[in-house]
């Protein structure tokens, strides 16, 4: 069958024909013809065998019958990565080269506002990951009422990476009739779950065995201790004829640490990994796929939607934590039929990781013996690598060097010696128990029971100073030590005989724990109380008339005898008499009273 027998137009045909493709993949031969029909498709297919074409030539057919609207993409193709939108992009440039039709690419890592310029245009295929996609629409730049088809791209990789969530929350953006495309390299319970989700009577399409490797593919592994891996990798490119490899590891860290390293030995490399910027990445792919370079040392960003002609070698520096992550990493090599070589470098505490692959993929993988390093064997009941989360370049320990687990069948721990007691300060004087008991019992005695604690503190009738006075020996620390006090009298605190609740151990001080400076524990001495002096009989102020007899008087009596109080200054009147005023001396060395007339007033009081 070719591609012509599959119902795609001549425009297409054409651009096909043009890249060197004359019979389509499996994949591609059932799910074209479905798409055409405008139904939901469910694809499964191992990778490398031509998922992105089989759903981008359909669509190319299905939208060049019209134009978009401004913000209102007519497509839309969500993808984990930026470099699998990438290849998608590449993709449809390619195959719709005849097509007048539009496209917008949204990732991260580039300018908003040139994105934002190609959706005011109108685009007819709008490829995003979520997150970039989530943005835009949150800022307004764009509307997803007119999406008529949706293809969700790698959904298992958008399940290891976190991304449902915001792949549910677009797709209840979309219209509900729409056609929804829905591909994957593997089929877990919760890839179905989705899938039953988002699709309305889905055509399955699978491909081979769900998680194999391509047939293409000759897979070997070394087992080696984790100082010889290195060593073994730099073996293994110097023996094999490496026209172009990828090396994977688990970490970003690794990631640079192993490049360097190959840089250092003379070789030709670059990385790649997710902390770099969108700019980098894009140079380095560059160089990559035009043979600049022949080494890219890389983390799993590169185990989807690399699509490199030509790929020889695959080398997985560390074995993957997934199985799955296996068989996408070695399936960037023996691509469109051709052939090619995987190595696995692991240790024997891989052993856990290595039987879940071998699990996965059903068959066997090839030991390669390598001169020079020693070969080990694995260790199928280790629980696996215990580096602290490091997958390399770390010798970490096991759980039997880290002391007891924690769970219900560990040993107890046996207990610390207690300390020695700590000698009290120079400055304060431990009273002996024995002494200050007798003292507490006196001073309780004198204060009288307590009833309640309210009424033993009401400080507005009572001054702290009159407090009683503590035992001299108890301002100071006390003869047991820190390490000596039970967890019920952590900190010196204990319950009082008379009820009062919480209250300061008789060993510390206060309030202020076991720090109280010397010279706030000492007892303050109370003033002592002034006693006012009789004032002199003559000094006496005469008892006031009742207020019948004030009412008899004349009113300036009455005036004169009320108290003075602070009023306006106002202008003095003349008076028409003299009136005398007696002042009366408060303390003997003061004069005798003077008697003053108005002719002695002064001037201005007169004249007023």
Not at 63 to 84: F, H, N, Q, V
Not at 233 to 258: G, Q, Y
Not at 340 to 357: M, N
Not at 538 to 562: G, I, L, N, Q, V
């Amino acid at each position: 069958m070719t591609f012509a027998d599959l119902g795609l137009g001549p425009e297409i045909l054409k651009a096909v024909e043009e890249a060197g493709y004359v019979n389509p993949t499996p994949i591609q031969e059932q799910a074209i013809p479905v798409i055409l029909m405008g139904r939901d498709v469910l694809g499964v297919a191992q990778t490398g065998t031509g998922k992105t074409a089989g759903f981008t030539l359909p669509m190319i057919e299905i939208l060049a019958g019209s134009r978009a609207k401004a913000r209102m993409p007519r497509s839309l193709i969500l993808a984990p990565t930026r470099e699998l939108a990438s290849q998608v992009a590449e993709n449809f440039e390619k195959y719709g080269k005849y097509h007048r039709l539009t496209m917008a690419k949204l990732i991260g890592g580039e300018s908003f506002g040139d994105q934002e310029k190609l959706l005011d245009r109108g685009v007819d295929v709008l490829i995003a990951t979520p997150g970039r996609l989530m943005d835009l629409f949150g800022r307004g730049r764009i509307l997803l009422n007119d999406v008529k088809v949706l293809v969700i791209d790698e959904a298992d990789r958008m399940l290891d990476m976190g991304f449902i969530p915001d792949v549910e929350h677009i797709v209840s953006l979309l219209p509900k009739i729409r056609q929804t495309l829905f591909f994957s390299a593997t089929m877990a319970p919760e890839i179905r779950r989705l899938a039953d989700a988002f699709l309305m009577n889905p055509k399955e399409i699978s491909v081979d065995t769900q998680s194999s490797t391509a047939t293409t593919v000759e897979q070997f592994m070394v087992v080696c201790e984790e100082q010889d891996k290195r060593e073994a990798l730099r073996n293994l490119i110097r023996l094999e004829d490496v026209k172009n490899a990828l090396i994977f590891c688990n970490r970003k860290r690794d990631v640079d640490i192993l490049y360097r390293s190959l840089v250092r030995h003379g070789f030709d490399a670059v990385q790649l990994h997710g902390d770099m910027a969108q700019a980098s990445r894009t140079e380095t792919l560059e160089r990559f796929k035009t043979g600049a370079v022949r080494l890219m040392v890389c983390s799993d960003v590169a185990a989807r939607g690399l699509d490199i002609s030509d790929l020889s070698h695959v080398f997985n520096f560390d074995v993957p934590n997934h199985a799955e992550d296996y068989v996408h990493r070695i399936g960037r090599t023996g691509r469109a039929g051709k052939l090619g070589r995987s190595f696995t470098i692991a240790t024997p505490d891989d052993g856990k990781f290595v039987g879940a692959i071998v699990k996965l993929i059903g068959k066997e993988i090839q030991r390669m013996p390598i001169e020079g390093v020693a070969e080990l064997p694995l260790d199928l009941q280790s629980g696996g690598r215990r580096r602290g989360g490091s997958s390399s370049g770390g010798g970490g320990r096991k759980r039997d060097d880290r002391g007891p687990a924690r769970g219900k069948d560990r040993e107890r721990a046996p207990r610390r010696a207690p300390e020695a007691p700590v000698p009290a300060s120079p400055a304060v004087i431990a009273v002996p128990e024995d002494v200050a008991a007798p003292i507490r019992e006196a001073e309780r005695d004198q204060r009288g029971p307590r009833t309640n604690r309210g009424s033993d503190r009401d400080w507005n009738n009572r001054s702290r100073n009159e407090r009683p006075k503590q035992a001299e020996g108890e301002h100071g620390r006390g003869e047991r030590s820190r390490g000596e006090r039970g967890r019920n009298d952590r900190g010196g605190r204990y319950r009082d005989d008379h009820g009062i609740g919480e209250m300061s151990h008789p060993d510390n001080v206060i309030g202020f724990g076991d720090s109280l400076p010397d010279f706030l524990a000492r007892p303050v001495p109370l003033p002592k109380p002034v006693e006012k002096a009789d004032a002199p009989a003559e000094t006496e102020t005469p008892a006031k008339k009742p207020a019948a007899a004030r009412k008899a008087r004349s009113p300036k009596k009455a005036a004169a005898d009320e108290p003075s109080a602070p009023v306006e200054k106002k202008k003095p009147v003349r008076k028409r008499a003299a009136k005398k005023v007696a002042v009366v001396a408060s303390e003997p060395e003061q004069p005798a009273p003077v008697e003053r007339t108005a002719s002695e007033t002064p001037a201005a009081d007169q004249d007023g």
